[in-house]
């Protein structure tokens, strides 16, 4: 339990506990993206770095910025801060206890032990592209094809409602 | 070693005698030291005389003299400028989130500062020799959009936080043709290390240098790049969100004295690094324009090249007008990047073909999409007499 | 070719600071305190006084009319008239005014008190290095400070000052005359009375 694991780990779990437990729903999203930092610290401390990278990258540089604008654009920005306790909590625990209790049970019976993770190793990044290119060619096709899609259901989505729009006025009209 | 050499090496050759003097226990905390210092002095210093050379240069371009009372020349100026922003009272909406308010300039400057750490700024000058720095610096890049939403929502002012959104749409949407470009020359290079792009392009091919923009694909990404670069950091004529005449600062209205010194200070640096990183994937880094030169040290040539590109900078604010925002995203989306995928595939081109070929179609490549759209986009502006329709 | 006003734009520019640095017509900007842009002969600021001769309240054209002051549009013009006459340019004895203040911080400088004014006694001045430390007594000018001489309302406004010269002196002539013609027929008219009588 060396410090370049306690420091991401404390950060990570501190940003999600704010996440569920702030009241301000913009406060939330800021947690949320300390967390996604913890994330890639913790990444970095494993010798990951490619990943650390990307994971700054794409989450805290975009996903955050898209709950935000979500979070806005759907008014909970200014909405009454509401309480933090739930009346059906007491259900809320027991799931989460439960789940809790699985996934702690999955990990213990894994083949990840607590030696591994003395020596730390950080391979060069062309190593993950010639995998990349060699034997991951499908699954990286298939990403290109995901983001092709997502892409252009973005524009469709997009599209379609000035078209409405100016359909409606001349069905009016 | 020799004399030039000893030149070149002057700072790290330092660095290693004062880590040498240290005891053994306080030697890697007094390195990190002083590699981060220096960083934190001269940069702010070299913000410093940007804002008096910009101020001067905007003079000059408009037909006027800058400031000059204060100093000779007006070389006093920003110390001036820096008095007022320290001494100025430092006032808070009393609705603002205070917290977020706070940490927004705090975390802006500290993300500018941090993508300080991987420029090569000489031979061996790399704070830290990441192995994918390039990677590192457009992650810390795009972190920076965080800071803008935490300014621009935590003031509780409408303009503020549709500036703040107009920034970060501006900067979400220029970060793909910024990254594209990049990956054009990273792809010619063969690696992410920021040390090795430099030393790839630090070659003479008789007095002439290997540098990636002296080729058409280069050249191209390059434009892209600082096109790019100057929508990132929110400059003219890209500077909608925070134009002094249109949404009177946008996210920064809020904040007065110090912290809006802090914003201030954070665009520039940001301005820097990210001269300094096309300066080193494009313009030879620290290397020399000619063979015959390399007989001054690189960090004096890494300098030079980021005060060349500084004064590239304010000579196009002075210049051309501020884009409207619907205009500035047509832009990215719709010309720079097709431009960023066709200059990609130049570089494939030049990458497996050899000889007068490879400028040939390499050219080519770039030239034909480039007309093409550029005719495209031209064409769709109306440009005719304005017919005025009055209410009956 | 997209980017080609850009490039020529950017040429423009680049001009302007190299030539800047060699020719002063390119560089229009003038260093204020130490170097000023000559006035133009029809600049006006604020109002002044016009006075003929030596002494400044003894020759001062004004009559208090009070024209000016109800032509005024905010108006800064405060005049009292004085209770008793002392002759003017032409002998005639004239009011003038016990008070006279201008208050420059309300004057719009319109002209219309110069425009409406029949005797030529208030001018346009041209200077504008005005501001004083108090708001409020510093700003209201009394007819003391109005009065400037003739010579200098001459040295600011030249061709005016010809002009209203030659107007008045034309005017101060026929004064003259008439004074001198009504001062000659006296012995004439004792003779034929009827003449008199109509005359009368």
Redesign the interface.
Known sequence: MNLSFLIPAIILLVGAAAANMLR?L??CV?AL?LAFAGFALLYFGLGA??LG??Q??VY???V??LI??TV?LTGG?TAGEQTVLSPRWLQGFLLAGAMFLLLGYGISKSRFTAHAATSVR?Y???LIGDALITSYALPLEMLGVLLTVATIGGVVLAIREPRQASQSVKVDQ | MSSIQLADQIFVLLKHWLVGRVPVSLQPVVGILITVIPIICVFPALFAITTILERKGLGRIQNRYGPNRTGPFGILQPLADGVKALTKEDIVPANADKVVHFFAPVVLVMLVFLAYAVLPMGRNMAAVDLDCGVLFFFAIGSGTEVAVFMAGWSSRNKYALLGAMRAIAQMISYEIPLILSAVAAIMIAGTLNLQQIVTQQAGYSGIFPHWYVFTPWGFAAFLLFIISATAESNRSPFDLPEGESEIIAGYYIEYSGFKFALFFLGEYLGMFSISAIAITLFLGGWAAPFSFLTWVPSWLWFFAKLVTMILCFIWVRGTLPRLRQDQLMNFAWKFMLPMALVVLTSAACWRYTEGWQRWAISFLVVIIPYSWLGHGMMSNRKLEQRKYRFAE | MLGGGILKGLAVTARNVVEGFVSKERLTTVQYPEERVPQVEATRDFPFLVFDGEDPMAGLRCVACQICEKECPPKCIYIDKSSDKKPDATGKPQFYPARFDIDISVCMSCQICVEVCPFEAIKMDVEFELSTNDRFDDLLYDKHKLAKSNEYYNHVHPTEAAAVDTKLAVERAKAAARAAAAAQPKPAAVSPAPESGAQA
Do not use: D, K, M, Q
């Open positions: 301000n913009v406060h800021l993206t770095e490619f990278l990307v700054l990258l805290v540089g975009a955050a910025i935000a604008f806005l920005g950080s060069p990044v062309s």
